[in-house]
C-alpha cells in the first residue's frame, strides 16, 4: 500500500509539473510592442522629483530630468547628428542628441553559431525595440543655468571615436558656460570620459554632473538561482547584487531609488548573464554618489525602466573664468575574466572581476576558471578542435585524483554498511513493533563491526563545495559560451539538442514546445543513467520508503537537469562514471580484503 501511495504521489507531482509548464506557456503575455519615442519620456536621476542626486533643490518639471525638456514637447526635428565608434572589439556610433551612447555592438561576438548571425547589441537607441543606452549630462543645482537637456545637439570635434582619437563634444548656452564631454576609447570596452565646464560669465554658477546607463525594458533572464542579473556593483568596498524584481519591490517604496550611496572607487551597473555595461569614478581615490533605480512609466511590466546613475557627491561651483570637470569611466562589454582583471589591476578598479558571478566559493571558482582555461589553452595548441571539453574531463579526473583519499574513506564505510545490509534488515523484521530496541540493537550492531554511519558523510561534504565551484565555472563563463564538444554538441553553454521524445530527431517534431519537461537529451539520459549505476552501488536506506525514494532520484534529477547547458550535464556525467570506477576500485578492494581475512582465519 505504501508503495502504491508513492508512486501515485509521484505521478502526481510530475503531472502537475508539466500541467503548470504547458499553462505557464500559453498564457505569456505577448511581448510589448516598441513605445513610440514621444512615451518614452525621461525618469528623474534624483530620488524625488525636485532634488538632484546631491540633494540639491532644484526645479523641474513632473517626470522629466532636472535640466531637460520632456522628448514629446520638442517639434519636428531633423534626425540627430552621428558620430563612428570604431575600436578592434567595438562598433556602433554616438548620437550627438543627448550626448547617448546607443548604438554599440560587440565584433567579436555573435548571437549564434551561424556564420552570418549578427553581432551581440550592447546599446540600441531609444526609438528601438529594446532601448538601452549610456549618457552623460548635467543639472542646473542653482535653478538657473541653463544646462544640456536629453534633446539638446551637440557639436563634434574629431571623429569617429577610435583609440587614440578621442572627440570632444560642446554645447554653449549661450549664458557663459560651455559644456565639453572628453571621450576616448581603448582597444577593448573601456570609454574614458571628462565632462568639463568653463564659465567665461559674470557669474558663479553650481552644475551637477552625472554619467547613467539606463535600460528602457525588462530583458528576458536564465531564472536559474546561481546566476544574479540586475543590477551589480562595488560600492563603498562591498558587492551590491539586486535583481531586477527585488529593485521593481525595493523602488516602490522608496520612490524609485532601490539603493543609493556614496563610494570611493568601485563601479556600478547592469549585468546578463555574459554582458555588462557599468560606470565608475576616473581613479580609485575620486569619491561619487552611485544609485540603483527602477521606475515605471505607463503601468504594467512593458513600462519598466531601470537605470544606474553615477553623481558628484555635490554640485561643482564655478567662478567667473574657472572650470571645473568630473571624469568618470564606462565598461560596455563582455565579461571576460583575463580582461576584467587586467582593468582591475591597471586601472585601480576595485574588485571588478566579481562582475562575474563567481558566488560564495570565489576562492575556489576563480581558481578553477585559471586551471581550465590553462588546460583548454593547451589543448588546442595541440590541436584539439573541442578544447574546453576536453579541459573539463580533464579538470575533473584531476579533482577525483586529489580527493581519492577522502573518496576512499567514504566508500570504505559504505562499504562496511552495504555487508551489513542484511543484518540490519534482520534486525528491523525481528524487532518491527518496537523501534526503540531495533534502535538499540542497530547501535549494539555498528559498536561490534566497528562501523560508523555517519563516518561517510563527512569526506562527502568536505568535496560539495569543490564541485559546487567547478560546477559554477562551468555555468557563468563566457569563455564556455558557444564552444564545440564532440559529435553533435555545436555549443557547451546550449542545451543538447537531441531529444528521446522525438526519437533524437526521427520524428518530426519537437516536444519541448509543449513542455520543458519533454526535452530529454541524449547526453541527459548518460547522466541519468550514470547516477542510476552509482546509486546501485551504494548501500541501500535502512528505512524502505527513503529506500524508494532514493531509486527516484536519478529519474526525477535526469528531468531537472535536462534543459541545463550541455557543458554541465557532460561533467555531471564524466564526474558519475568516475565515481562509479572509484566504488567498483574500492569494494572489489573490500572484496578482495575479506576473503584474505577469511583465508587467515581458516588457516589458524
Not at 45 to 65: K, Y
Not at 237 to 264: I, M, N, P, Y
Not at 304 to 332: C, E, H, K, N
Amino acid at each position: 500500500m505504501d508503495q502504491k501511495r508513492l508512486f501515485a504521489a509521484i505521478a502526481l507531482s510530475i503531472g502537475i509539473l508539466l500541467i503548470f509548464d504547458v499553462w505557464n506557456r500559453t498564457n505569456q503575455p505577448p511581448p510589448p510592442p516598441p513605445a513610440p519615442a514621444a512615451q518614452r519620456a525621461e525618469v528623474p536621476v534624483p530620488a524625488a522629483p525636485a532634488a538632484a542626486p546631491g540633494g540639491v533643490p532644484v526645479p523641474a518639471a513632473p517626470g522629466a530630468m532636472p535640466g531637460e525638456a520632456r522628448a514629446s514637447a520638442a517639434p519636428q526635428r531633423p534626425p540627430a547628428a552621428r558620430i563612428g565608434v570604431e575600436s578592434p572589439r567595438l562598433a556602433g556610433t554616438l548620437n550627438l542628441r543627448g550626448a547617448r551612447l546607443d548604438d554599440l555592438v560587440l565584433t567579436t561576438y555573435r548571437e549564434t553559431l551561424a556564420p552570418n548571425s549578427p553581432n551581440v547589441r550592447i546599446f540600441a537607441p531609444r526609438d528601438g525595440q529594446n532601448p538601452y543606452f549610456a549618457q552623460w549630462g548635467w543639472t542646473a543645482a542653482d535653478g538657473r543655468t541653463r544646462v544640456p537637456e536629453s534633446e539638446t545637439d551637440w557639436t563634434a570635434e574629431g571623429g569617429p571615436l577610435a583609440p587614440g582619437r578621442p572627440v570632444t563634444l560642446s554645447w554653449d548656452n549661450g549664458q557663459g558656460q560651455v559644456f565639453e564631454i572628453l571621450l576616448s576609447i581603448d582597444e577593448a570596452y573601456m570609454l574614458s570620459a571628462e565632462q568639463r565646464v568653463r564659465n567665461s560669465g559674470p557669474e558663479a554658477v553650481s552644475v551637477l554632473p552625472w554619467v547613467r546607463v539606463r535600460r528602457d525594458y525588462t530583458p528576458p533572464t536564465a531564472g536559474f538561482f546561481i546566476l544574479h542579473e540586475g543590477f551589480t556593483g562595488v560600492l563603498g568596498g562591498r558587492l551590491h547584487e539586486v535583481t531586477f524584481s527585488d529593485a521593481k519591490s525595493e523602488g516602490s517604496r522608496r520612490g524609485g531609488t532601490a539603493l543609493e550611496q556614496e563610494t570611493t572607487g568601485g563601479w556600478a551597473g547592469i549585468t546578463d548573464k555574459y554582458w555588462l555595461a557599468a560606470v565608475m569614478p576616473a581613479a580609485p581615490d575620486q569619491t561619487l554618489r552611485a544609485a540603483y533605480r527602477h521606475v515605471n512609466e505607463g503601468g504594467g511590466a512593458a513600462g519598466d525602466r531601470w537605470q544606474v546613475d553615477l553623481a558628484a557627491p555635490q554640485p561643482l561651483s564655478i567662478a567667473p573664468g574657472a572650470s571645473a570637470a568630473m571624469p568618470t569611466r564606462l565598461f560596455a562589454g563582455a565579461k571576460e575574466v583575463g580582461l576584467l582583471d587586467s582593468y582591475m589591476s591597471r586601472l585601480n578598479i576595485t574588485d571588478f572581476d566579481k562582475a562575474i558571478d563567481f558566488g560564495w566559493f570565489y576562492f575556489l571558482t576563480k581558481p578553477f576558471f585559471h586551471a581550465l582555461h590553462w588546460l583548454a589553452e593547451m589543448f588546442e595548441a595541440m590541436g584539439s578542435s573541442a578544447p574546453y571539453g576536453l579541459a573539463i574531463l580533464a579538470f575533473t579526473l584531476i579533482i577525483k585524483i586529489l580527493f581519492f583519499p577522502l573518496a576512499n574513506k567514504a566508500y570504505h564505510s559504505m562499504a562496511k554498511m552495504k555487508v551489513l545490509a542484511p543484518k540490519m534488515t534482520e534486525i528491523r523484521e525481528r524487532y518491527k513493533d518496537d523501534p526503540q530496541k531495533a534502535q538499540q540493537e542497530m547501535m549494539a550492531l555498528y559498536r561490534a563491526e566497528k562501523v560508523n554511519p555517519a563516518s561517510g558523510c563527512l569526506p562527502i561534504l568536505i568535496q560539495i563545495p569543490v564541485f559546487f565551484a567547478l560546477y559554477k565555472v562551468l555555468f557563468v563563463s563566457i569563455e564556455m559560451r558557444h564552444q564545440p564538444f564532440f559529435g553533435w554538441i555545436s555549443d557547451l553553454s546550449a542545451p543538447d539538442p537531441t531529444n528521446l521524445f522525438n526519437l533524437f530527431g526521427l520524428l518530426p517534431f519537437d516536444p519541448a514546445q509543449w513542455s520543458v519537461f519533454l526535452h530529454m537529451p541524449a547526453w541527459a539520459v548518460i547522466m541519468g543513467f550514470t547516477m542510476w549505476l552509482q546509486m546501485k552501488l551504494n548501500p541501500q536506506p535502512p528505512d524502505p520508503i527513503q529506500a524508494k525514494i532514493f531509486a527516484w532520484m536519478p529519474v526525477i534529477f535526469t528531468f531537472m537537469l535536462a534543459s541545463f547547458p550541455a557543458g554541465l550535464i557532460i561533467y555531471w556525467a564524466w564526474n558519475n562514471t568516475l565515481s562509479i570506477a572509484q566504488q567498483y576500485y574500492i569494494m572489489r578492494h573490500e572484496r578482495a580484503a575479506a576473503r584474505a581475512a577469511k583465508a587467515a582465519g581458516k588457516a589458524k
